[in-house]
């Protein structure tokens, strides 16, 4: 593995020697909605944010359950800095669609590089002389503060009209360092604000062809077997692992704090009160079973890749349902724990009020529609489905 800043053979490892930083630091993600200084170097120099690019390029390469286990180490200790570290890892991936001088210009030879991007095409691309001139204002731009690029996501325009491609509008990436970009500090929520998702605004800004990619069905470029794994779904995976990190905080911090306090007109502790401790139990094993679908079908989706260089169709539905399946009930999770605490749950500054908050941010996200169930109910009584989700 040639990352340039990996501080260990084993990224996982790596992770779990970051945790208690991380952990320390929580109060002050959450305060100051981004990640401190220190806390990103020691992100970047331990070389988690190459975790994706292609060795060939001199990136981790890392297999995809590794993956979504370092974000799972990374929700432990704090769910906005894992979902900041898993968005940035995942869509370095794109650097195997790239012809290999761009990539390594963005991935390897910028120090502590990240690349924060958007989930809409909201800009204009109007076609120039080598390149494109993209303007546009996007929002949902994960790590925003800390990224040292920004990926437009925009419309081609070629003789003022929208270029198609395979008859649909031409959708791409346009990568663009970020002091030419205007970082507006839009990310101003209840819950998970230390991801400093803001927007990001580009006036007129030249983009050479090859610091460009098509948003879909791009070509690979550089080869290697996690890239045949659909984006999307590594998505899926990374957001629901962080989502059910936030269910397992929740029912830990409510267990240390069922041993010590006594429910107002009620005899002994928390812990002692039969609805609290059939919730526990029915969040165990709801939580338990959740975690564990996920993780046979991302082991199952890898086994694929290795086996005949494609996923399955069925090992695709797998990863899309069960992602966001552990989004969902680990919303669940939280609501029914937070709903034992009584009063001492409302206030900032208690965890259980943060997991609260966290948790209906993170369902909010397109990771975590109810309309997923939807889509795979009807690719199991054989209907057709856009196949491009999945």
Not at 226 to 237: D, E, G, S, Y
């Amino acid at each position: 593995m040639n990352a340039p800043y990996l501080s260990t053979s084993c990224p996982l490892e790596a992770t779990r020697q970051l945790a208690p930083l991380i952990r320390d630091n929580a109060n002050e993600i959450e305060k100051t909605r981004e990640l401190p200084r220190p806390v990103f170097e020691a992100i970047a120099d331990a070389g988690l944010f190459l975790l994706c690019v292609p060795e060939a390029l001199g990136g981790g390469e890392i297999d995809f359950p590794t993956q979504v286990r370092i974000a799972e180490v990374l929700g432990r200790a704090d769910a906005s800095t894992a979902w900041a570290v898993d968005q940035g890892m995942t869509f370095a991936s794109f650097s195997a669609y790239m012809e290999p001088t761009a990539a390594r210009e963005i991935w390897i030879n910028t120090p502590r590089s990240v690349v924060s991007n958007t989930p809409e095409a909201s800009g204009q691309a109007i076609v120039v002389s080598g390149g494109y001139r993209v303007s546009g204002r996007h929002g949902f731009s994960t790590g925003s503060r800390h990224a040292n690029w920004v990926a437009s996501q925009a419309k081609v325009i070629e003789n003022g009209e929208v270029r198609l491609r395979d008859g649909k509008p031409e959708l791409r990436f346009f990568f663009v360092p970020r002091a030419e970009a205007e970082v507006l500090d839009t990310w101003h929520t209840r819950g998970m604000r230390g991801t400093g998702t803001n927007h990001f605004e580009l006036k007129e800004v030249f983009v050479p062809e090859a610091r460009t990619v098509y948003t879909t069905k791009p070509r690979r470029i550089t080869e290697g077997k996690r890239f045949h794994i659909p984006q999307t779904l590594v998505f899926a995976a990374g957001d629901g692992i962080v989502a059910l990190a936030v269910a397992r905080n929740c029912i830990e911090d409510f267990c240390e704090l069922a041993g010590s306090k006594a429910p107002n007109r009620m005899v002994g502790l928390l812990r002692d009160q039969p609805i609290a401790q059939y919730n526990v139990g029915e969040c165990e094993a709801q939580l338990n079973s959740a975690h564990a679908y996920l993780m046979d079908s991302v082991d199952k989706i890898w086994d694929d890749v290795l086996r005949t260089g494609d996923p399955t169709m069925e090992s695709r539905v797998a990863v899309r349902l069960s992602g966001t399946h552990a989004i969902r009930v680990a919303a669940k999770i939280v609501e029914s724990i937070y709903a034992d605490c009584g009063a001492t749950a409302i206030f900032e500054g208690n965890p259980i009020q943060r997991y609260f908050q966290d948790i209906h941010v993170i369902t909010q996200h397109m990771q975590g529609r109810r309309v997923h169930y939807e889509m795979i109910g009807k690719y199991k009584l054989g209907l057709p489905v856009d196949e491009s989700r999945m």
